[in-house]
């Protein structure tokens, strides 16, 4: 506020103002008290040493590593010009070739792609478990009038009667 407008005041909104600031300036005053404790503790706290692996519980990976020199970074050892051979006679063939350049859409054609990077996208075909359906045949013999059926010679071991008949040695000679 300048004084012009303080000249203009009357008397009571004068003494509310400084009520006003009185009030303002004790708010403030706490305000500094608080702030002054904390910037104490702070510089205590600044003080005591910080926690390492040798003087606290903290495990060794939250230590602080030694300065090391950096060392320059060795280049890869790759295998140039070491490739998978290319079939000699391929299932399919894909000629990739660009309409127009993805950079500008200019149109482009055979003449202005003539360089070919070459590779084989091998695939192997999924697998299908094969079914063998056995059908196996029983009737009535004629002559004695008991069940019989065919061998289960082709069966595999795993699906040929159960356990007990085998222990007991009934069942499959094989």
């Given at each position: 506020?300048?004084?012009?407008?303080?000249?203009?005041?009357?008397?009571?909104?004068?003494?509310?103002?400084?009520?006003?600031?009185?009030?303002?300036?004790?708010?403030?005053a706490?305000?500094?008290?608080?702030?002054?404790?904390?910037?104490?503790?702070?510089?205590?706290?600044?003080?005591?040493?910080?926690?390492?692996?040798?003087?606290?519980?903290?495990?060794?990976?939250?230590?602080?590593?030694?300065?090391?020199p950096?060392?320059?970074?060795?280049?890869?050892r790759?295998?140039?010009?070491?490739t998978?051979?290319?079939?000699?006679?391929?299932?399919?063939?894909?000629?990739?070739?660009?309409?127009?350049?993805?950079?500008?859409?200019?149109?482009?054609?055979?003449?202005?792609?003539?360089?070919?990077?070459?590779?084989?996208?091998?695939?192997?075909?999924?697998?299908?478990?094969?079914?063998?359906?056995?059908?196996?045949?029983?009737?009535?013999?004629?002559?004695?009038?008991?069940?019989?059926?065919?061998?289960?010679?082709?069966?595999?071991?795993?699906?040929?009667?159960?356990?007990?008949?085998?222990?007991?040695?009934?069942?499959?000679?094989?």
């Open positions: 506020m300048n004084s012009e407008v303080l000249k203009a005041l009357s008397k009571d909104d004068l003494v509310a103002l400084i009520l006003a600031q009185q009030v303002q300036i004790e708010a403030q706490v305000q500094i008290g608080a702030l002054t404790a904390r910037i104490a503790e702070l510089e205590t706290r600044l003080d005591t040493p910080r926690k390492t692996p040798d003087n606290s519980s903290t495990p060794p990976s939250k230590g602080q590593k030694p300065n090391r950096e060392r320059p970074k060795k280049p890869r790759g295998r140039p010009g070491v998978r051979a290319l079939a000699v006679h391929p299932d399919r063939v894909i000629e990739a070739m660009l309409d127009a350049c993805p950079h500008c859409e200019h149109a482009l054609g055979p003449a202005d792609q003539p360089d070919i990077h070459a590779y084989d996208h091998i695939d192997l075909p999924p697998i299908s478990p094969v079914v063998t359906r056995i059908n196996r045949h029983r009737g009535v013999c004629p002559c004695c009038r008991k069940r019989v059926s065919a061998a289960s010679a082709c069966l595999p071991r795993r699906q040929r009667g159960s356990s007990l008949a085998r222990r007991s040695g009934q069942g499959c000679a094989r």
